[in-house]
C-alpha cells in the first residue's frame, strides 16, 4: 500500500473482488451503473471491473456526483494511514481538517496556519485527493450529521447546528446528496438499538471507532492506564476514560477495546466539537494506522520477528493534547512513573480547570499552557534545572513558539524543542513519537529499550542500535512498542 495507490487500477479490483478490508480508508470505488460509491470490503456482489472508478477520497466521490452505499457504508471507513505518517503539507492540512480548523476558520484559516496560499492549497489537495479542502470539511460534516441523526433522538436543526452546517437548508440538501435519503427518512432506516446506545442525555453520544486488524490493546491502554494522571484520566470498567479540552468546550471520553472495534461513549458540552473529539480519539488510539504493512516491515528482521508473531498488530500510543503531553514529558524526565503521575496531579489540582463526572473520578482538564506559565516555578516540588525546562517549554507553548499541533512541521519542532534548556534527544523523540506522532521517532537512548535490545541479541548501544534499526524505517516508533513489551512493566499490559 502508498501513496496514490488508487492509480493502481489492477491491484484495487482485487482488493474490491477480494473485500479486503485492509485497503478500507486507502481508496474509494464508484461504481459508475449505480451511481455509488463503496468501501473495498463492501459485502455486495462487486460490480464488473469497467464500471468501477477509484478515488482517493469520500469527498472527491461525492464531487463526482455519486452516493455513499447504504450497505457497506464507506464514510465509517478508517481513515487513510497516510496522514499520519507524513509530514508534508498535504499530510498536515488533512490533519487540520480532521481537526476541524475549516468549519472554524475557514479555508483561508487552513491556509494561514500551514503558512501557504489558499490557492497553493486547494491545488495540492485536488491532484492527490481528487477534492479542495470546502468538499473535505463538507464530507466530513456530512459524516458527522449522519452518526448524530441515527444515534442521538436531538432535532434536525440541533443536529444540522452541531455538524458545522451554516443553514437547515445546506444541511437536508447535503445529506439527500450523500446519502441519497433526507435526514428524517436516514433516522427512520436507522438500526434499532439498545437502550444504552441512543443518546441518555443531550451530549451524550455511544458509537464504534473502526480499525484496520489486528489491534493488540495491551501497550496501547496498558501504557494510558499505567501513566493516567489522576482527576484527569482513570481506568474503569474495563475502559480507558479522560477529559478532553475541546475548541468549544470541554468532554468526558470512555474507550473500550472491543474484537472488532472500540467502543467509544462521549460526553460534549457542546456537540459542535463532535468531530474534533472522535478524530483526537482515534488518533490517540492509532486507530488509522496500517498493522499490516508495518508488522510486515519490522518482521524481515529475524530478531524482531518473534515479537511481532507473538503479539501483531501493537499500536503508538499517542495523545488527544499534544502542549499537555509536552509538558508530562518534561514532568517524567528521570522519574519513576509513579513520581511522574503524582507531579502532574498536583499541577491539576492547583490549576486545571473543574469539570463533572457523574459516573467517575474524573475531576478536571489538563491546565493549558498559558494557566501553567503563571506557576511560580519556586512552586514546583522538582531539581532547579528541570523547573527552568518547565517554565520555558510552558512560555514557549503559551506563546507560540513552539507549535505542536496537527499543522506542526515535525522537523522543524524538533529543532526549536532541542534548542530549549533541558531538552536532550530522549525527551524531543519521545514528543516527536507520541504527540507530533511521527511513526519513525526512536529512543535509542531509553533504557529499557537498550535493556530488550541486549536480551534479544541486537546492538546495545545507541550508535550501533540505531544504524541496525534504519532496516525498520519508517517504522521505528512501531519497534520502540514491540522491544519495550519485553518488560513487566505494567505500561505493556491491559488492566484488569
Known amino acids: 500500500m502508498q501513496k496514490g495507490m488508487h492509480t493502481d487500477t489492477e491491484r484495487c479490483v482485487r482488493a474490491v473482488q477480494s473485500k479486503d478490508a485492509r485497503f478500507d480508508g486507502w481508496f474509494f470505488?464508484?461504481?459508475?451503473?449505480?451511481?455509488?460509491?463503496?468501501?473495498?470490503?463492501?459485502?455486495?456482489?462487486?460490480?464488473?471491473?469497467?464500471?468501477?472508478?477509484?478515488?482517493?477520497?469520500?469527498?472527491?466521490?461525492?464531487?463526482?456526483?455519486?452516493?455513499?452505499?447504504?450497505?457497506?457504508?464507506?464514510?465509517?471507513?478508517?481513515?487513510?494511514?497516510?496522514?499520519?505518517?507524513?509530514?508534508?503539507?498535504?499530510?498536515?492540512?488533512?490533519?487540520?481538517?480532521?481537526?476541524?480548523?475549516?468549519?472554524?476558520?475557514?479555508?483561508?484559516?487552513?491556509?494561514?496556519?500551514?503558512?501557504?496560499?489558499?490557492?497553493?492549497?486547494?491545488?495540492?489537495?485536488?491532484a492527490e485527493l481528487g477534492a479542495g479542502p470546502l468538499a473535505l470539511a463538507r464530507?466530513?460534516?456530512?459524516q458527522a450529521a449522519r452518526l448524530l441523526i441515527e444515534t442521538t433522538p436531538l432535532p434536525m436543526a440541533d443536529i444540522a447546528f452541531a455538524a458545522g452546517f451554516a443553514s437547515i437548508r445546506t444541511f437536508n440538501d447535503t445529506v439527500r446528496e450523500v446519502y441519497a435519503l433526507a435526514p428524517t427518512d436516514l433516522r427512520a432506516r436507522a438500526p434499532r438499538s439498545d437502550p444504552g446506545t441512543a443518546a441518555k442525555?443531550?451530549?451524550?453520544?455511544?458509537?464504534?471507532?473502526?480499525?484496520?486488524?489486528?489491534?493488540?490493546?495491551?501497550?496501547?491502554?496498558?501504557?494510558?492506564?499505567?501513566?493516567?494522571?489522576?482527576?484527569?484520566?482513570?481506568?474503569?470498567?474495563?475502559?480507558?476514560?479522560?477529559?478532553?479540552?475541546?475548541?468549544?468546550?470541554?468532554?468526558?471520553?470512555?474507550?473500550?477495546?472491543?474484537?472488532?472495534?472500540?467502543?467509544?461513549?462521549?460526553?460534549?458540552?457542546?456537540?459542535?466539537?463532535l468531530t474534533v473529539a472522535i478524530s483526537r480519539c482515534r488518533r490517540m488510539l492509532d486507530l488509522d494506522a496500517d498493522p499490516v504493512a508495518i508488522d510486515d516491515r519490522l518482521r524481515t528482521d529475524p530478531l524482531l520477528a518473534p515479537l511481532i508473531d507473538k503479539a501483531p498488530g501493537r499500536r503508538v500510543p499517542r495523545t488527544v493534547d499534544e502542549a499537555e503531553f509536552a509538558v508530562r514529558?518534561?514532568?517524567?524526565?528521570?522519574?519513576?512513573?509513579?513520581?511522574?503521575?503524582?507531579?502532574?496531579?498536583?499541577?491539576?489540582?492547583?490549576?486545571?480547570?473543574?469539570?463533572?463526572?457523574?459516573?467517575?473520578?474524573?475531576?478536571?482538564?489538563?491546565?493549558?499552557?498559558?494557566?501553567?506559565?503563571?506557576?511560580?516555578?519556586?512552586?514546583?516540588?522538582?531539581?532547579?534545572?528541570?523547573?527552568?525546562?518547565?517554565?520555558t517549554l510552558v512560555r514557549q507553548l503559551a506563546d507560540g513558539e513552539v507549535r505542536l499541533g496537527p499543522d506542526s512541521d515535525w522537523r522543524e519542532t524538533r529543532a526549536r524543542l532541542l534548542a530549549l534548556p533541558g531538552f536532550g534527544p530522549w525527551t524531543v523523540d519521545v514528543i516527536a513519537m507520541r504527540a507530533l506522532g511521527d511513526p519513525d521517532a526512536f529512543l535509542p537512548t531509553d533504557l529499557g529499550i537498550r535493556r530488550a535490545a541486549q536480551e534479544l541479541g541486537l546492538p546495545s548501544t545507541p550508535a550501533a542500535l540505531t544504524a541496525r534499526a534504519a532496516a525498520w524505517r519508517p517504522w521505528r516508533a512501531y519497534a520502540v512498542q514491540y522491544l519495550w513489551a519485553t518488560d513487566s512493566h505494567p505500561i505493556n499490559f491491559l488492566p484488569v
Open 29 to 126: 470505488t464508484a461504481v459508475v451503473t449505480t451511481g455509488i460509491y463503496c468501501r473495498p470490503s463492501c459485502p455486495v456482489v462487486p460490480p464488473k471491473p469497467e464500471n468501477m472508478r477509484f478515488q482517493p477520497s469520500a469527498a472527491a466521490c461525492q464531487q463526482a456526483g455519486f452516493r455513499a452505499c447504504k450497505r457497506c457504508r464507506p464514510d465509517t471507513s478508517p481513515g487513510s494511514p497516510e496522514w499520519n505518517q507524513r509530514a508534508d503539507l498535504v499530510a498536515r492540512a488533512m490533519r487540520l481538517i480532521a481537526d476541524g480548523v475549516v468549519d472554524r476558520e475557514g479555508v483561508p484559516g487552513l491556509a494561514a496556519r500551514l503558512g501557504y496560499s489558499t490557492r497553493q492549497i486547494e491545488r495540492q489537495l485536488l
Open 139 to 142: 464530507a466530513q460534516r456530512a
Open 201 to 273: 442525555t443531550t451530549g451524550t453520544l455511544t458509537l464504534r471507532l473502526p480499525f484496520r486488524a489486528p489491534l493488540n490493546p495491551d501497550n496501547l491502554f496498558g501504557h494510558l492506564a499505567a501513566t493516567a494522571v489522576p482527576g484527569v484520566e482513570e481506568w474503569r470498567d474495563g475502559a480507558y476514560r479522560r477529559t478532553l479540552r475541546l475548541p468549544y468546550g470541554h468532554g468526558l471520553v470512555s474507550l473500550a477495546p472491543q474484537p472488532d472495534h472500540i467502543a467509544c461513549r462521549l460526553t460534549l458540552s457542546d456537540l459542535r466539537d
Open 329 to 391: 514529558a518534561v514532568l517524567g524526565q528521570q522519574v519513576s512513573t509513579a513520581a511522574a503521575r503524582t507531579h502532574a496531579a498536583r499541577l491539576v489540582t492547583a490549576h486545571g480547570e473543574r469539570v463533572d463526572d457523574p459516573e467517575g473520578g474524573l475531576t478536571h482538564l489538563f491546565p493549558s499552557p498559558e494557566a501553567l506559565a503563571s506557576v511560580d516555578p519556586e512552586s514546583l516540588a522538582m531539581p532547579r534545572t528541570r523547573r527552568a525546562t518547565f517554565t
